[in-house]
């Protein structure tokens, strides 16, 4: 990749034309590897899946692979997985629990802090201590790691700016997700699958695709599995963005907090500890606004959903939360996780209701990840093009043609960003224009410069 | 003396632990299969073994293979 092609990609980028073939350029996804996914603050796991000392689980940034672990001391840990040795991988199990890992080659023993513990032959092999000092040697750990809300970040940049700036404005979104108590989430999976798409365009359309929704998802809506996504419902909801992600958002009937949170399904003492968790703004958005979060996309590849099917005959609908990771094997093929996720105090009865709602809707077997995924194999698919080199994709909607707003922002938006209601592509050019900054080599969070990009030049969007 | 045994197992080993009854008393054996090791422990050595911390299996393990012997 040239970086003069690359500037002109992300000038086309930003002004709402998409090269069609950034979807499947094998140069594009390794310049990805390094600037973007090298740069960013990347989801490994979720706390309540090693809830105990010992408990762990492999998740990797692209190549690298990482055990995050519990120690024995109750500490959450990132540990690169490669024996200080000669760099076998040290556990390969998916889960575990265990005090101690031994590597397969030459069986050296590391504690689960990452330290190394035991050298077979020490003595005779090294001199014992003259050779190699155990106490000194401990697996990597990537250069910046952090929580929010439970949710387990890693950082392969040292300079990385901190999570919790790097999150900024976005954390008031990921409340409604990831805080409904006290207690948080629990997590259930993930469930993984490979899809033959590139991984921007699940976390494009989780960001702020509501026009597909009526087309797309038409079966789903015909066998009443969902109430809501006439077209004329859809549009009605809000797209919002702030800072490094955005997402969508449901209109939902007039009421108070109560009500509104109650129509979307939620028995009462989550709606209780809602009210406990989030703050009057975050509890505006929803009962003033009128606005539920449904799907959302963090920058680069993780995503959310929030919605709320029928689940039987009797008409009872029952919302979910699916965290979901779109983890990137080649310019052309992703491998989805998708984890079930719910608050931890929530009755049993709704827990188990809820999971059904989800495995109905997404994961593996769910009907709307089905009909989603064709059409992202497909894209994908034709980007490989000779021709599809010379396409770029109009990505220019709820704008005119001098790249003016068709609408205006919604006034008294009670969160940070700005949202629009109407159909509208600002979320995917948002997204997308940090993807040209982190691909450009300047990080638009220390720059701060993310959210007033214009359009084009002298146009204000 | 019974047979079933029960497995502790991870991707790192395997051990096997069962109830071994002597005609006067009992005892706990582990086993360690791959390393053709095993011990039987009393009652008094197992309640001890409650109040130890990693440390003392961080400190059995810097062999990971167990005691090395030198060649002759
Ligand atoms: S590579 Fe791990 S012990 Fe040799
Ligand atoms: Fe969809």
Redesign the pocket.
Known sequence: MIEADLSAIVNDINQGWIPANIYSDEGIFELEKERVFGNTWMFLAHESEIPEPGDYVLRRILDDSFIVVRDDTGQVRVLFNM?L????QVCRAEVGNASFFR?P????TYKNTGQLNGVPHHKDAYGGNKGLRKEEMSLLTPPSVDSYNGMIFANLDEDAPSLDEYLGGFKFFLDFYTRQSEAGLEVNGPQRWRIKANWKIGAENFSGDTYHTPHTHQSVVEIQLFREPKASKRKLGALYFSDIGGGTTYHLPPGNFDEKVAYVGYPESVIESMKRTFSPEQRAMISEAGFMPSAATLFPNLSFVHNWPQINEDGLVVPFISIRLWQPISATETEVYSWFAVDKQAPDWYKEASYKAYLMCFGSSGMFEQDDVENWTSITTVAKGQLAKKLKLFNRMGVDKEGELLHEPIKDWPGPGRAFTGFGEYNQRSLLRLWGQYMLGNDPVRAKGFTSTPMSPNRAE | MEDNYIEIANEFSLARVRKVKTRNGERLEISAPKQESKILLDPLELESLTWQTSELFAELLTQPFGPETEYV
Not at chain 1, 105 to 108: F, Q, T
């Open positions: 024996c040795h000669r760099g076998m590597c080659y030459h069986a050296w």
